[in-house]
């Protein structure tokens, strides 16, 4: 094939001679150069539209945004929710306080008590009384089943070392135990008597029988007549010339049993005596212990009732403030005001003293942080919002916050910080605001001196 005809692939229809490798050169050279400037046109302009968006961007920023605000001073903590008093139900000296200022209490807490010296002491020698007539109640019980061993109840028992506390009540019980033994042989030395007098009453019986001396039935021994006296024989000579002149030997022996039977007839009425009175004089005895154990029930009651009442109790759970608390041995009239209470939940105001060139940046709804120097790490800082910048007839300025959030965290950061509770209080923080502009700030720089007072 001849050379000028031969063509190369990639190359087009173009003949592969010099001229026209000349000209494609160019021509691909050509395009190549515009490519490359439209290219670096293309970036140009993208850069220039990037410029002026980021230049934008900058102005609203330098503008509008926001710079964080943060210097360290003094703010004044106010608590809006009113105090609490509590009152005492009595007249009469505080005996006792049990609480400081600045302590968180729980409703029900014993907060003071006024002179409960005297009604102490009644009330324990009340309760000794009570315990003393239990015993006593138990032990007439005792008496009337007609035992010889002394032994409380459980419960009995029970109660009588309550009432008895330190007092020692053993004695009583070694009196109730010598007087059941005293009655059980008592009893039993009349039982014994009775029943000699029966043995030797029909011994006697038997004798006379023996003897003859009682009237037979078929009228033997006419001299003696036999009358009956309370369902017993007795004989009796029909005159006293008859009895002088008869043997005395003879008779001896029915006299006696005559007086034998005559001896058991009393020991046994007085057996029946003793017993029915002694009957009469426990159930009575019973009675009289019963009422006194209940007068003395119903005085344990009212002396109880009084030491309530001179106790001080927390009316609702809060912090105790004021700064002079009541102290032992103050008279109060019966409902004078004694402790002051703040309520857990608060609602708290925080003030800030501002210079002339801080106001912009506490402006109505400016929201603020609040880091007291005693906040405990754990419970960090306080959110606050701007409600109101006021001018006070001094000529000073100072922004009122309100805080934000839950209002038992913010009354328990305030409290551990040192709050006493009630008030007005200073107290040392920094505070942190987001309000003012960049272009402020550098012409706040720039054309004014910085304010040198504390916030």
Not at 168 to 194: F, G
Not at 372 to 400: F, I, Y
Request: net charge neutral; with cysteine; glycine share 6%.
């Amino acid at each position: 094939m001849p050379r000028n005809n031969a063509y190369k692939s990639g190359l087009g229809a173009l003949p592969l001679t010099r001229k026209g490798l000349a000209d494609f050169i160019a021509a691909e050279q050509k395009k190549l150069t515009f490519l490359q400037y439209f290219q670096s046109t293309l970036l140009l302009f993208t850069a220039a539209i990037l410029s002026v968006a980021t230049a934008v961007i900058l102005a609203i920023f330098f503008y509008a945004a926001p710079i964080h605000f943060s210097k360290r001073g003094w703010v004044q903590i106010r608590n809006l929710t009113p105090v609490v008093t509590v009152k005492t139900h009595v007249d009469g000296s505080l005996e006792q306080v049990f609480i400081k200022p600045g302590q968180l209490v729980q409703k029900g807490a014993l907060l003071g008590a006024v002179q409960t010296g005297s009604i102490k002491l009644d009330d324990k020698e009340t309760q000794r009384k009570f315990a003393l007539k239990v015993i006593e109640l138990h032990c007439l019980v005792s008496l009337q089943s007609n035992k010889s061993v002394f032994k409380l109840s459980y419960d009995a028992q029970i109660l009588v070392d309550k009432m008895a506390g330190q007092f020692d009540v053993s004695y009583r019980i070694k009196q109730c135990e010598r007087e059941l033994l005293r009655n059980a042989m008592a009893d039993q030395s009349l039982e014994e008597s009775i029943a000699a007098l029966e043995d030797q009453s029909r011994l006697l019986q038997n004798i006379v029988k023996r003897s003859g001396l009682i009237k037979r039935s078929d009228g033997s021994n006419p001299n003696i007549i036999l009358e009956t006296i309370d369902g017993a024989e007795f004989p009796f000579e029909q005159t006293p010339a008859t009895i002088s002149n008869t043997e005395e030997d003879q008779y001896r022996t029915l006299v006696q049993f005559a007086q034998a039977r005559q001896e058991l007839q009393t020991a046994r009425k007085e057996y029946f005596q003793r017993k029915l009175q002694k009957e009469e004089d426990l159930g009575i005895a019973v009675v009289l212990a019963t009422q006194e154990i209940r007068y003395l029930d119903k005085k344990l009651h009212e002396l109880n009732k009084q030491l309530d009442n001179n106790f001080i109790y927390a009316s609702i759970t809060g912090t105790v403030v004021g700064a002079n608390i009541a102290k032992a041995g103050t008279y109060y009239e019966k409902f004078e005001s004694v402790f002051e209470l703040q309520p857990i939940e608060n609602e708290f105001q925080i003030s800030i003293v501002l210079d002339e060139g801080d106001i912009n940046k506490f402006k109505t709804g400016t929201p603020s942080t609040i880091t007291l120097d005693k906040t405990p790490k754990n419970k960090g800082p306080l959110s606050a919002t701007t409600v109101a910048v006021l001018r006070k007839p001094n000529g000073t300025l100072e922004a009122v916050l309100d805080l934000d959030g839950n209002s038992k965290r913010n009354a328990d950061i305030i409290l551990a910080s040192g709050y006493h509770g009630e008030g007005v209080q200073r107290l040392p923080a920094n505070i942190t605001t987001g309000q003012d502009k960049i272009w402020k700030s550098i012409s706040d720089l720039v054309l004014k001196e910085p304010a040198t007072g504390s916030l």
